[in-house]
């Protein structure tokens, strides 16, 4: 069985940092890219970050860039996303994706939830 589950959200104040996790298993973790992706209250699913199957190559979105660094360990079959300078648009939940190009989601993990607010 694919299961990919995230944790490492929570509340937290504007210009918070926070690092969250997607533990993967069930699968040939190293054999996809992964991706982030968001929903926030009442929108539509937001593509945040995106990394190659060995790691070497890394995509954001420009409202992320510069404050978000994704991160896979491939041994351990672990995705990561540390957020820095973290903004009430940040708002959302969080969920971990796996596929066969950067953006495509084949699997996804039920989600984790980030708060930022004052």
């Known amino acids: 069985e694919v299961r990919l589950v995230e944790s490492g959200g929570g509340l937290v104040q504007p210009g918070d940092s926070l690092r969250l996790s997607c533990a993967g298993s069930g699968f040939t973790f190293g054999n996809y890219d992964m991706s982030w992706v968001r929903q926030a209250p009442g929108k539509g699913p937001e593509w945040v970050s995106g990394?190659?199957?060995?790691?070497?190559?890394?995509y954001y979105a420009d409202s992320v860039k510069g404050r978000f660094t994704i991160s896979r360990d491939n041994a351990h079959n672990i995705l990561y996303l540390a957020m820095n300078s973290l903004h009430p648009e940040d708002t959302a939940v969080y969920y971990c994706?796996?596929?066969?190009?950067?953006?495509?989601?084949?699997?996804r993990g039920q989600g984790t939830q980030v708060t930022v607010s004052s």
């Open positions: 990394i190659s199957m060995a790691g070497t190559t890394t």
């Open positions: 994706t796996a596929g066969n190009s950067i953006r495509q989601t084949l699997y």
